[in-house]
Nanobody
């Protein structure tokens, strides 16, 4: 069984910073793309950023220049460094990873979600 555990959410002031971490554990044969989605009540789920196995990255336009996604393959962990936070960044953030479990076909796995609130 594979699990993704997220940490790092919280309440910050506008202009502040947070770093989210998501660690995969369990029976893991290989990990391809990892990334982050966010969901705000009344809005559709939005892909924030992803990073490929070869470390190619992409971001939604609204976070470019402020957020940085990275990964540590030795720790099976993906990070999202969020700087210059704005109230519109407030959301529940979900990490995901595309994982082959002990030789089986690749499947998508999701973290439990962590609340990020940006408010004065």
């Amino acid at each position: 069984q594979v699990q993704l555990v997220e940490v790092g959410g919280g309440l910050v002031q506008p202009g502040g910073s947070l770093r989210l971490s998501c660690a995969a554990s369990g029976s893991i044969f290989n990990i391809n793309t990892m990334g982050w989605y966010r969901r705000t009540p009344g809005k559709q789920r939005e892909l924030v950023a992803h990073i490929t196995r070869g470390s190619s990255t992409d971001y939604v336009d609204s976070v470019k220049g402020r957020f940085t996604i990275s990964r540590d393959n030795a720790k099976n962990t993906v990070y999202l460094q969020m700087n210059s936070l704005k109230p519109e960044d407030t959301a529940v953030y979900y990490c995901y990873a595309v994982i082959a479990s002990d030789g089986n076909a690749y499947n998508d796995y999701w973290g439990q979600g962590t609340q990020v609130t940006v408010s004065a």
